[in-house]
């Protein structure tokens, strides 16, 4: 079956440096989206990707989208503590294009040290 | 997303108990699924509900385990004869129809089998 793999697991990094997490799918993905949860919370949406090659930007956040569309990026620029959490990719493994079955991967804790 | 609301936010339960988690859709969506998460592991798709039918419950393991989602009332996931390996976190989402976008989970139902 498809597999979702992140790595790193673990990332701790001083405030104010960058972080990147990476995730690699075994199958081509029609999309791939990633959520964050914080310690103890739920996962929370934080963007969607569809197009070969996309990058999108929140802020400080730029996520890219693989040529192939089986690899995707999340790169945070001068961390600060609120970005504290486990970062999440996702891609679908439902069939006629329905997202509801999301095939996560472990996820990359991010700590942040103040 | 606090429109899903989950219940009971923590629940203890022995071995051999059993365990019921309830989840209320947010207003207007008839679509529910739920997704199970060990501890320190990504979310694993369970089951796909719409009112009064399941739709998809491939990722429900075969015994002890059911779901159900009546016409009037939450969904409802139920854990028979509870072992230590169900310990984990229950997340449910909701939306309007098959939906194609992202997930908003409620906050979860954290079950500790003792």
């Known amino acids: 079956g498809q597999q979702v793999m992140q790595i790193p697991q673990y990332q701790h990094v001083q405030e104010g440096e960058d972080f990147t997490t990476y995730c690699n799918s075994s199958?081509?993905?029609?999309?791939i989206q990633w959520y964050k949860q914080r310690p103890g919370g739920h996962p929370v949406f934080l963007i969607q990707l569809v197009k070969s090659g996309e990058v999108k930007k929140q802020k400080r956040l730029t996520f890219q989208f693989g040529e192939a569309k089986k690899n995707s990026s999340l790169h945070i620029t001068a961390t600060q503590t609120t970005d504290v959490g486990t970062y999440f990719c996702a891609g679908p493994t439902g069939s006629g294009g329905s997202n509801y079955k999301l095939t996560f991967g472990k996820g990359t804790l991010l700590t942040v040290n103040p | 997303n606090a429109g899903v609301m989950q219940n009971p936010r923590h629940l203890v339960r022995r071995r051999g108990q059993e365990a019921r988690l309830r989840c209320s859709p947010m207003?207007?969506?008839?679509?529910v699924y739920w997704y199970r998460q060990l501890p320190e592991e990504g979310l694993k798709f369970m089951v796909y509900l719409q009112k009064e039918n399941i739709i998809d419950e491939s990722g429900m393991p075969k015994e002890r385990f059911s779901a159900e989602f009546p016409k009037e009332g939450p969904s409802i996931l139920r854990i028979q004869q509870v072992v230590r390996g169900d310990s984990a976190a229950y997340f449910c989402?909701?939306?309007?129809?098959?939906?194609?976008?992202?997930?908003?989970f409620g906050e979860g139902s954290r079950l500790t089998v003792l």
């Open positions: 989402a909701s939306s309007p129809t098959v939906y194609t976008g992202e997930l908003f």
């Open positions: 207003k207007g969506h008839s679509h």
């Open positions: 199958t081509t993905l029609s999309n």
